[in-house]
C-alpha cells in the first residue's frame, strides 16, 4: 500500500524528506547477515511504501549499503531525496581482516578517516560511482566524535572546522549537492559544529528518543535558531524501544530497562505498541524533520509501517506528559509538553 508522508525541508535548502525515512545500515549486514536480495526487496518495498528518504554510508558494509541502494533507487532516483556519508575512505583490503569488525560479509575494504578537503571531495566522488548516480541530495559528515575516533577525535574535528567544510561548502554552492550535515550518535559535537559554519542537517542516532531526551536543550534550541533541522536516527535506541535489550549499540544498563518497562506499561494502558509511541514521538518537536529506522527485510519494515499508521490516543501523550519519564520541556504529540 503506497502512503503520502507528509514532506519537511531541511534547514533553509530546498531538500526535502519524508517524515519517515529508511536507514540502511542494517541493510548492509551489520551483526546480523541480511541477504543481498533480501536488501534490494526492502528498499523497493520502502519506495513502494511511499518512503522518500532514504540514507545511506560508504562505511555499512564497506561499500555494500551504497552499491545496493544505489541499484534499488535507478529507476526511482527523481523521485527520491538520497543522503550519504563521508569522511570515511574505503581502501582495498587484501587477505583476512586483522581485526572483527560489525560487517556480515562486507565488500573486501577498509575504511579510513579523513576529514580534510580532498578526502571529503574524493569520498563524494566516490560515492557517486558506488551508488551510480549524478548528484547526492545530503552529504553528512560521518562520526566525526569520540564514539568513533577515541583519542583522535580533537584533531579530526579541527582539521573539518580548518579544511573539510570548505568542500561541503564548494559542492553546495557549486550546485553538486543540495544541503550539507553531520552524521553522529553524540548531539554535543553537533552543538559545537555550529560554530564552525551553517549546516542544513545534522542526524542524531539515538539521543533524542522516548527513552531520553538529552539532546532537548540547548541543542535542539540551538538548531531552531540556526535553522538546522534534525534527523532522528535509531528512533528504538538500537532495540530497547522495540522490544529487545540493546542500547546504543550494546546491553542496555538496568536502569534503562526498567525506564523502557515503564514506559511500556503506560502505553499498554492506552493498547499501545511501546514501538508506535517511540516511533511518533520524535516529530512533535519542530526541530526533527524526520524519524529513520532501519529495518533489515520486508517483514520489519511492513511492522515499522504499522506502527506509523497506528492512530496513537490523546490519552496516551497526555499521561506520557505527567508521568516524569520524560525530560521537562519535552514536546509531545497532541500540544502535551513534559
Not at 560511482?129 to 564514539?147: C, E, F, Y
Not at 515503564?262 to 516529530?283: E, G, N, T
Amino acid at each position: 500500500m503506497s502512503r503520502s508522508f507528509e514532506q519537511r525541508g531541511l534547514g533553509r535548502s530546498r531538500v526535502r524528506v519524508s517524515t519517515l525515512g529508511l536507514g540502511t545500515a542494517s541493510l548492509a549486514g551489520n551483526m546480523t547477515p541480511v541477504p543481498e536480495v533480501d536488501a534490494r526487496a526492502t528498499i523497493e518495498h520502502a519506495i513502494a511504501a511511499g518512503i522518500t528518504y532514504l540514507d545511506t554510508a560508504p562505511f555499512y558494509g564497506f561499500g555494500k549499503a551504497e552499491h545496493l541502494t544505489g541499484d534499488a533507487i535507478r529507476a526511482h532516483r527523481d523521485a527520491i531525496t538520497l543522503s550519504t556519508k563521508c569522511g570515511r575512505l574505503l581502501a582495498p583490503q587484501r587477505g583476512p581482516y586483522a581485526t572483527p569488525n560489525s560487517w556480515c560479509d562486507p565488500y573486501p575494504f577498509v575504511d579510513v578517516f579523513d576529514y580534510s578537503y580532498d578526502a571529503l571531495m574524493r569520498s563524494y566522488e566516490h560515492s557517486l560511482q558506488r551508488l551510480g548516480t549524478n548528484r547526492i541530495d545530503l552529504l553528512l559528515v560521518h562520526d566525526i566524535a569520540p564514539d568513533s575516533l577515541g583519542d583522535a577525535a580533537e584533531q579530526h574535528f579541527q582539521t573539518l572546522a580548518n579544511s573539510g567544510y570548505r568542500a561541503l561548502e564548494e559542492l553546495k554552492r557549486a550546485g553538486e549537492i543540495g544541503a550539507i550535515g553531520i552524521g553522529v550518535n553524540m548531539w554535543e559535537v553537533l552543538d559545537r559544529a555550529l560554530d564552525i559554519g551553517d549546516w542544513d542537517a545534522f542526524l542524531l542516532a539515538g539521543r533524542y528518543t522516548l527513552l531520553e531526551q538529552t539532546s532537548l536543550s540547548p541543542f535542539l534550541d540551538k538548531c531552531m535558531t540556526r535553522q538546522t533541522s534534525v534527523i532522528c536516527g535509531g528512533p528504538f535506541n538500537s532495540g530497547l524501544l522495540a522490544g529487545g535489550d540493546t542500547w546504543n549499540y550494546g546491553r542496555a544498563p538496568a536502569d534503562l530497562i526498567e525506564k523502557a518497562k515503564a514506559l511500556q506499561s503506560i502505553c499498554r494502558s492506552h493498547d499501545v505498541a511501546l514501538p508506535a509511541a517511540a516511533l511518533q514521538f520524535p516529530l512533535a518537536h519542530p526541530a526533527i524533520a524526520c524519524v529513520l529506522p532501519g529495518p533489515r527485510t520486508v517483514t520489519e519494515l511492513e511492522q515499522i509501517l504499522g506502527w506509523w499508521d497506528q492512530q496513537l490516543p490523546d490519552g496516551l501523550w497526555a499521561d506520557l506528559a505527567a508521568s516524569g519519564l520524560l525530560r521537562e520541556g519535552t514536546p509531545l504529540p497532541g500540544g502535551h509538553s513534559a
